[in-house]
Protein backbone atom coordinates (compact mmCIF):
# COMPACT_ATOMS: atom_id res chain seq x y z
CA UNK A 1 0.00 0.00 0.00
CA UNK A 2 3.25 2.51 0.90
CA UNK A 3 4.27 1.97 -2.69
CA UNK A 4 0.76 2.24 -4.46
CA UNK A 5 0.46 5.58 -2.64
CA UNK A 6 3.98 7.30 -3.49
CA UNK A 7 3.66 6.41 -6.93
CA UNK A 8 0.50 7.65 -6.83
CA UNK A 9 1.70 11.14 -5.67
CA UNK A 10 4.68 10.96 -7.88
CA UNK A 11 2.68 10.20 -11.37
CA UNK A 12 -0.02 12.95 -10.25
CA UNK A 13 2.12 15.95 -11.52
CA UNK A 14 2.83 14.42 -15.03
CA UNK A 15 -0.72 13.66 -15.28
CA UNK A 16 -1.82 17.35 -14.29
CA UNK A 17 0.98 18.80 -16.93
CA UNK A 18 0.44 16.38 -20.11
CA UNK A 19 -3.74 16.92 -19.50
CA UNK A 20 -3.07 20.73 -18.92
CA UNK A 21 -0.31 21.21 -21.63
CA UNK A 22 -1.09 18.54 -24.26
CA UNK A 23 -0.50 18.64 -27.90
CA UNK A 24 2.95 16.66 -28.23
CA UNK A 25 3.97 15.69 -24.68
CA UNK A 26 0.74 14.19 -24.37
CA UNK A 27 0.81 12.49 -27.55
CA UNK A 28 4.29 10.90 -27.22
CA UNK A 29 3.46 9.51 -23.65
CA UNK A 30 0.16 7.93 -24.58
CA UNK A 31 1.96 6.35 -27.47
CA UNK A 32 4.58 5.10 -25.36
CA UNK A 33 1.83 3.96 -22.84
CA UNK A 34 -0.21 2.32 -26.10
CA UNK A 35 2.94 0.28 -26.66
CA UNK A 36 3.74 -0.75 -23.38
CA UNK A 37 -0.31 -1.50 -22.65
CA UNK A 38 0.12 -3.76 -25.59
CA UNK A 39 3.79 -5.58 -25.09
CA UNK A 40 1.89 -6.52 -21.63
CA UNK A 41 -1.41 -7.78 -23.56
CA UNK A 42 0.94 -10.04 -25.85
CA UNK A 43 2.97 -11.48 -23.36
CA UNK A 44 -0.82 -12.16 -21.19
CA UNK A 45 -2.20 -14.05 -24.67
CA UNK A 46 1.35 -15.14 -25.47
CA UNK A 47 1.32 -13.92 -28.77
CA UNK A 48 4.88 -14.50 -29.63
CA UNK A 49 4.96 -13.79 -33.16
CA UNK A 50 7.70 -10.76 -33.06
CA UNK A 51 6.66 -9.74 -36.59
CA UNK A 52 2.96 -9.39 -35.73
CA UNK A 53 4.19 -7.52 -32.48
CA UNK A 54 6.46 -4.94 -34.49
CA UNK A 55 3.90 -4.65 -36.72
CA UNK A 56 1.64 -3.87 -34.24
CA UNK A 57 4.21 -1.82 -32.82
CA UNK A 58 4.89 0.60 -35.56
CA UNK A 59 1.54 1.02 -36.42
CA UNK A 60 0.80 2.37 -33.05
CA UNK A 61 3.71 4.99 -33.80
CA UNK A 62 2.10 5.71 -37.30
CA UNK A 63 -1.24 6.05 -36.32
CA UNK A 64 -0.08 8.79 -33.45
CA UNK A 65 2.00 10.56 -36.05
CA UNK A 66 -1.18 10.62 -38.31
CA UNK A 67 -3.03 11.86 -35.28
CA UNK A 68 -0.27 14.80 -34.53
CA UNK A 69 -1.05 16.25 -37.98
CA UNK A 70 -4.11 17.29 -37.47
CA UNK A 71 -5.39 15.56 -40.19
CA UNK A 72 -8.14 13.07 -38.68
CA UNK A 73 -9.09 11.44 -42.56
CA UNK A 74 -5.48 10.11 -42.21
CA UNK A 75 -6.73 7.59 -39.17
CA UNK A 76 -8.51 5.83 -41.42
CA UNK A 77 -5.86 5.12 -43.37
CA UNK A 78 -3.88 3.88 -39.98
CA UNK A 79 -6.86 0.93 -40.17
CA UNK A 80 -6.95 0.15 -43.59
CA UNK A 81 -2.55 -0.40 -43.21
CA UNK A 82 -3.44 -2.57 -39.96
CA UNK A 83 -6.11 -4.61 -41.79
CA UNK A 84 -3.40 -5.41 -45.10
CA UNK A 85 -0.38 -5.58 -43.59
CA UNK A 86 -1.89 -8.39 -40.48
CA UNK A 87 -4.15 -10.29 -43.20
CA UNK A 88 -0.83 -10.22 -44.89
CA UNK A 89 1.70 -11.69 -42.48
CA UNK A 90 -1.13 -14.19 -41.71
CA UNK A 91 -1.32 -15.53 -45.33
CA UNK A 92 2.59 -15.46 -46.03
CA UNK A 93 3.72 -17.06 -42.51
CA UNK A 94 0.57 -19.93 -42.92
CA UNK A 95 0.01 -21.87 -41.47
CA UNK A 96 2.70 -20.77 -38.32
CA UNK A 97 0.17 -17.85 -37.32
CA UNK A 98 -3.28 -18.97 -36.21
CA UNK A 99 -6.45 -17.72 -36.40
CA UNK A 100 -6.46 -16.93 -32.34
CA UNK A 101 -3.26 -15.21 -32.88
CA UNK A 102 -4.86 -12.81 -35.39
CA UNK A 103 -8.01 -12.75 -33.09
CA UNK A 104 -5.99 -11.22 -30.00
CA UNK A 105 -3.94 -9.32 -31.97
CA UNK A 106 -6.96 -7.28 -33.76
CA UNK A 107 -8.85 -7.15 -30.08
CA UNK A 108 -5.59 -6.00 -28.39
CA UNK A 109 -5.15 -3.08 -31.15
CA UNK A 110 -9.09 -2.02 -30.86
CA UNK A 111 -9.17 -2.35 -27.01
CA UNK A 112 -5.58 -0.32 -26.64
CA UNK A 113 -4.67 1.90 -29.23
CA UNK A 114 -8.21 2.76 -30.07
CA UNK A 115 -10.22 3.25 -26.41
CA UNK A 116 -6.89 4.93 -24.97
CA UNK A 117 -6.14 7.31 -28.33
CA UNK A 118 -10.05 8.80 -27.53
CA UNK A 119 -7.78 10.53 -24.61
CA UNK A 120 -6.36 12.56 -27.34
CA UNK A 121 -9.36 13.28 -29.07
CA UNK A 122 -10.91 14.89 -26.19
CA UNK A 123 -8.34 16.95 -24.99
CA UNK A 124 -7.29 18.05 -28.64
CA UNK A 125 -10.47 18.02 -31.12
CA UNK A 126 -13.18 19.26 -28.93
CA UNK A 127 -13.79 22.48 -27.42
CA UNK A 128 -12.82 23.49 -24.51
CA UNK A 129 -11.13 19.40 -23.90
CA UNK A 130 -8.44 21.09 -21.75
CA UNK A 131 -11.26 21.17 -19.31
CA UNK A 132 -13.73 18.27 -20.43
CA UNK A 133 -10.56 15.47 -20.49
CA UNK A 134 -10.66 15.70 -16.79
CA UNK A 135 -13.87 14.15 -16.31
CA UNK A 136 -12.00 11.08 -17.42
CA UNK A 137 -10.20 10.50 -14.69
CA UNK A 138 -12.38 12.43 -12.42
CA UNK A 139 -15.16 9.48 -12.97
CA UNK A 140 -12.67 6.27 -13.51
CA UNK A 141 -10.88 7.37 -10.02
CA UNK A 142 -13.51 9.04 -8.49
CA UNK A 143 -15.87 6.16 -9.11
CA UNK A 144 -12.92 3.25 -7.87
CA UNK A 145 -11.86 5.21 -5.00
CA UNK A 146 -15.44 5.43 -3.94
CA UNK A 147 -16.52 1.79 -4.74
CA UNK A 148 -13.27 1.05 -2.36
CA UNK A 149 -14.07 3.13 0.92
CA UNK A 150 -18.14 1.96 0.74
CA UNK A 151 -17.23 -1.83 -0.43
CA UNK A 152 -13.96 -1.95 2.54
CA UNK A 153 -16.58 0.03 5.01
CA UNK A 154 -20.03 -1.44 3.94
CA UNK A 155 -19.66 -4.18 1.66
CA UNK A 156 -21.39 -7.53 1.83
CA UNK A 157 -22.98 -9.03 -1.17
CA UNK A 158 -20.69 -10.29 -3.32
CA UNK A 159 -20.92 -8.19 -7.29
CA UNK A 160 -19.19 -11.05 -8.96
CA UNK A 161 -17.66 -13.85 -6.78
CA UNK A 162 -16.08 -15.61 -9.56
CA UNK A 163 -14.67 -12.73 -11.23
CA UNK A 164 -13.65 -10.39 -8.53
CA UNK A 165 -14.38 -11.79 -4.69
CA UNK A 166 -13.79 -8.60 -3.30
CA UNK A 167 -15.83 -6.36 -5.20
CA UNK A 168 -19.36 -5.86 -3.61
CA UNK A 169 -22.79 -4.35 -4.43
CA UNK A 170 -22.23 -2.00 -2.02
CA UNK A 171 -18.96 -1.18 -3.57
CA UNK A 172 -20.70 -0.61 -7.17
CA UNK A 173 -23.54 1.64 -6.04
CA UNK A 174 -20.82 3.86 -3.95
CA UNK A 175 -18.71 3.97 -6.81
CA UNK A 176 -21.72 5.15 -8.66
CA UNK A 177 -23.19 7.71 -6.24
CA UNK A 178 -19.54 9.08 -5.42
CA UNK A 179 -18.87 9.57 -9.44
CA UNK A 180 -22.33 11.17 -10.10
CA UNK A 181 -21.28 14.00 -7.39
CA UNK A 182 -18.12 14.42 -8.42
CA UNK A 183 -19.17 15.30 -11.75
CA UNK A 184 -21.94 17.34 -10.33
CA UNK A 185 -18.84 19.60 -8.76
CA UNK A 186 -17.25 19.41 -12.29
CA UNK A 187 -20.45 20.92 -13.84
CA UNK A 188 -21.15 23.41 -11.34
CA UNK A 189 -17.59 24.62 -12.24
CA UNK A 190 -18.14 24.27 -16.20
CA UNK A 191 -21.55 26.01 -15.52
CA UNK A 192 -19.99 29.31 -13.61
CA UNK A 193 -17.04 29.91 -15.87
CA UNK A 194 -19.46 29.32 -19.14
CA UNK A 195 -17.51 26.19 -20.61
CA UNK A 196 -20.80 24.71 -22.26
CA UNK A 197 -23.46 25.14 -23.18
CA UNK A 198 -26.24 26.78 -21.10
CA UNK A 199 -29.04 24.04 -22.16
CA UNK A 200 -27.01 21.64 -20.13
CA UNK A 201 -27.98 21.34 -16.19
CA UNK A 202 -26.62 19.91 -13.04
CA UNK A 203 -28.39 16.91 -13.76
CA UNK A 204 -26.91 16.13 -16.39
CA UNK A 205 -23.60 15.96 -14.89
CA UNK A 206 -24.92 13.75 -12.03
CA UNK A 207 -26.68 11.65 -14.94
CA UNK A 208 -23.20 11.86 -16.76
CA UNK A 209 -21.50 10.50 -13.47
CA UNK A 210 -23.11 7.85 -13.08
CA UNK A 211 -23.31 5.86 -16.37
CA UNK A 212 -19.92 7.02 -16.52
CA UNK A 213 -19.18 5.06 -13.09
CA UNK A 214 -21.44 2.14 -14.92
CA UNK A 215 -19.06 2.06 -18.15
CA UNK A 216 -15.80 2.25 -15.89
CA UNK A 217 -16.35 -0.43 -13.56
CA UNK A 218 -17.45 -2.47 -16.23
CA UNK A 219 -13.53 -1.70 -18.10
CA UNK A 220 -12.64 -2.79 -14.44
CA UNK A 221 -14.36 -6.36 -14.72
CA UNK A 222 -12.53 -6.45 -18.19
CA UNK A 223 -9.29 -6.19 -17.14
CA UNK A 224 -10.17 -8.67 -14.30
CA UNK A 225 -11.75 -11.36 -16.60
CA UNK A 226 -8.57 -11.30 -19.03
CA UNK A 227 -5.99 -11.77 -15.74
CA UNK A 228 -8.17 -14.51 -14.68
CA UNK A 229 -8.78 -16.02 -18.17
CA UNK A 230 -4.51 -15.93 -18.88
CA UNK A 231 -4.06 -17.21 -15.28
CA UNK A 232 -1.47 -13.79 -14.57
CA UNK A 233 -1.89 -11.50 -10.98
CA UNK A 234 -0.90 -8.28 -12.84
CA UNK A 235 -0.07 -7.40 -16.46
CA UNK A 236 2.94 -6.36 -15.56
CA UNK A 237 5.61 -4.39 -12.85
CA UNK A 238 6.22 -1.40 -14.23
CA UNK A 239 4.29 0.94 -12.03
CA UNK A 240 5.04 -0.03 -8.41
CA UNK A 241 2.51 -0.67 -6.08
CA UNK A 242 0.22 -0.96 -9.12
CA UNK A 243 1.16 -3.46 -11.35
CA UNK A 244 1.55 -2.74 -15.18
CA UNK A 245 -0.25 -0.16 -17.31
CA UNK A 246 -3.14 -2.25 -18.32
CA UNK A 247 -3.81 -2.69 -14.67
CA UNK A 248 -4.01 1.08 -13.64
CA UNK A 249 -5.50 1.71 -17.52
CA UNK A 250 -8.34 -0.79 -17.29
CA UNK A 251 -11.49 1.14 -15.95
CA UNK A 252 -9.93 4.19 -18.33
CA UNK A 253 -10.15 2.36 -21.31
CA UNK A 254 -13.45 2.65 -21.63
CA UNK A 255 -14.47 5.52 -19.97
CA UNK A 256 -12.25 7.82 -22.68
CA UNK A 257 -14.45 6.85 -25.97
CA UNK A 258 -17.64 6.71 -23.23
CA UNK A 259 -16.65 11.08 -22.60
CA UNK A 260 -15.70 12.17 -26.15
CA UNK A 261 -19.39 10.82 -27.03
CA UNK A 262 -20.80 12.80 -24.16
CA UNK A 263 -18.36 15.96 -24.74
CA UNK A 264 -19.69 15.82 -28.01
CA UNK A 265 -23.29 15.83 -27.29
CA UNK A 266 -22.76 18.51 -24.77
CA UNK A 267 -21.20 21.54 -27.32
Request: charged residues 10%; proline residues 3%.
Amino acid sequence: MKARIITAVLLLPLIIFLLWYGRLPLIIVLCGVTIIGLYEFFAAVKLEDRLLRGMAFLLVIITYSFFWTGDYTYMNLSVLMFIALSLGIYVFKYPKISLDQLGFLTFGMVYILYLLLHIALVRETTPEGIWSVWLIFIIAFGSDSAAYFVGVNFGKNKLVPKLSPKKTIEGALGGVLGAGILCTIFGILMLQYGLVDTWVTLPMFFVIGIFGSVVSQIGDLVGSAMKRQTQIKDFGKIIPGHGGILDRLDSILLTAPYVYIIVTMLY
